[in-house]
Each structure stands twice: as structure tokens, then as C-alpha cells.
């Protein structure tokens, strides 16, 4: 099983940076594809960043220009930087590992941006 631990989140004014650091420390492998999905309430979970083992990214188009996500393969950790955050940015932020047929997600992180 896959256990995933998350780091970071909380309280923000708009226009501020957080970081978003999500570990597995078990597995002995390098997982090929890392992630990062939101949930805001009342919303469906969707994909912010996607980052894959030969370093090909990609981004939901509202963070575009404003999140990087990044990965430390030795460790199997993937964080996520977060700048110019927004109001609509409010979400419970989790992270999502897979390689082949197994995969995991983090417990959730809640990002508040708010004045």
C-alpha cells in the first residue's frame, strides 16, 4: 500500500506563495507519474500539475504561470509551489503517486486564500 505524507498548506492573503511538499518513504522503486489534485467544496477533485519521470509537466490553465511543480527523484517527493494565489485557489489539496498498476493519494492539505 501506498502511504503518502503531506507537508505545508494553511492560511494565505491573496497575492501570496505557499509550498506543497508531498514523500513516500517506503518503496524501494521511483514512482512514474506525481501529482497534485484539488477539491473545493461543493466542486468535483480536478488535476492542478502533473509531473512525470522524465520531467514532462503539465498544468491545469487557471495556475498556468503561477505553480511549478518539481519532483526530487531520489527521494520520491514531489512538491508544488504556489505563487499570486488567488481566492478561487481554496481548495484541500492532495497529492497522487502511480506507477503501473499501483498508486496512492495523500491525506489532503487545506489551502485558504483569503484577506
Known amino acids: 500500500q501506498v502511504q503518502l505524507v503531506e507537508s505545508g498548506g494553511g492560511l494565505v492573503q491573496p497575492g501570496g506563495s505557499l509550498r506543497l511538499s508531498c514523500t513516500e518513504s517506503e518503496l524501494a522503486f521511483k514512482f512514474n507519474n506525481m501529482a497534485w489534485y484539488r477539491q473545493a467544496p461543493g466542486k468535483q477533485r480536478e488535476l492542478v500539475a502533473e509531473?512525470?519521470?522524465?520531467?514532462?509537466?503539465n498544468y491545469e490553465d487557471s495556475v498556468k504561470g503561477r505553480f511549478t511543480i518539481s519532483r526530487a527523484n531520489a527521494e520520491n517527493t514531489v512538491s508544488l509551489q504556489m505563487n499570486s494565489l488567488k481566492p478561487e485557489d481554496t481548495a484541500v489539496y492532495y497529492c497522487y503517486f502511480r506507477h503501473g498498476p499501483l498508486d496512492g493519494w495523500g491525506q489532503g492539505l487545506q489551502v485558504t486564500v483569503s484577506s
Open positions: 509531473i512525470s519521470s522524465d520531467g514532462s509537466k
